[in-house]
């Protein structure tokens, strides 16, 4: 039996990056250790579709030699996690400790814009940038995929009530332009990375959407999907912040996710790149067809108007 390729994050909603890789890695016949944080429905949906579930925490050092002994390929991913470091560290000493042949960690793109003197006021940016560091210096055989904003993040998780209220996107994004990508998108390369990883190793891949456009043109695209006007409205940032705070969103999280619409206004989401299309061979989802494909979520339930 082939060593099993590890995926951390397996466990994430339907569309999350680590199950979509887990499924599309089964599919490929490959074997597969799933790594979950709890033993649930979502864990017995993986182990149905043929892999191996392990529970396990990336902070806890026992825990995470279970989960990677046996295990030569592996694909690192976590949530925004004010621990995002910390566990990080705790598994790629355990991957090094087990010579893992293969180490694919999922970074993020403003990293590429930050150094030892550039930052960003992004607490969760600066612990992506440390956990590169880290990484490098570890010598583990490692592959960096920096995608930027996610399409399931900011587009799907934070237009869809606006939309569907008042047929407005309402962002702090200014006039900046930005190239989301899909999450399945981001999960194809790691599926390819994973599958044959040794020509990519030390490499650096940057994941774009097709397009990079300000919001008033991503607001056409979601016109053009739902067959109604949609307008972008602009929105200052701090109040917004506040308003995720009242909504019970973490303090880091929130605080990420503000500076993320203060780079977007200074135009650092502007980027573009081919690095899904060369490693995946297929061209990622535009703001069109990915609205297209979750029209049911920026669309009103249906009035009874007669009567």
């Not at 042949?101 to 940016?125: G, L, Y």
């Not at 060369?278 to 979750?294: A, D, H, I, M």
Request: include cysteine; hydrophobic fraction near 45%.
């Amino acid at each position: 039996m082939a060593n099993p390729v590890l995926v951390t994050g397996a466990a994430g909603r339907v569309g999350a990056v680590g199950r979509t890789v887990t499924e599309l890695l089964l599919k490929q016949g490959k074997a597969v250790r799933a790594m979950v944080r709890t033993e649930d429905e979502r864990a017995q949906a993986l182990r149905g579709l043929g892999a191996e579930v392990v529970v396990g925490n990336l902070l806890d050092l026992d825990s995470m030699h279970r989960v990677i002994a046996g295990c030569e390929t592996m694909y690192f991913g976590m949530s925004v996690s004010d621990a995002y470091l910390a566990a990080t560290v705790n598994a790629a000493a355990v991957a090094k400790h087990h010579g893992v042949k293969a180490f694919i960690n999922m970074s993020q793109m403003t990293v590429s814009q930050m150094s030892i003197t550039e930052t960003t006021p992004s607490p969760q940016h600066k612990l992506h940038w440390l956990a590169e560091q880290a990484l490098n210096w570890s010598g583990l055989p490692v592959v960096h995929v920096r995608p930027t904003v996610f399409l399931e993040g900011f587009f799907l998780t934070l237009t869809p009530d606006s939309v569907r209220e008042s047929d407005q996107i309402r962002l702090p994004f200014g006039e900046g332009k930005t190239s989301p990508v899909a999450a399945e998108d981001v999960a194809r390369v790691i599926a390819a990375l994973v599958a044959n990883p040794q020509p990519h190793i030390g490499k650096i891949y940057h994941l774009t959407g097709p397009q990079s456009e300000n919001m008033h043109f991503f607001a056409q695209e979601y016109s053009k999907a739902l067959g109604r006007t949609i307008t972008f409205q602009d929105i200052p940032v701090e109040p917004w912040r506040d308003e995720l705070l009242k909504r019970g969103w973490p303090v880091h999280l929130v605080n990420h996710l503000a500076a993320m619409g203060d780079l977007h206004r200074a135009g650092r989401f502007d980027r573009l790149s081919d690095d899904v299309l060369t490693l995946t061979g297929q061209r990622p989802l535009s703001v069109q067809e990915f609205v297209r494909k979750n029209a049911a979520a920026f669309t009103a339930a249906a009035k009874a108007k007669e009567a």
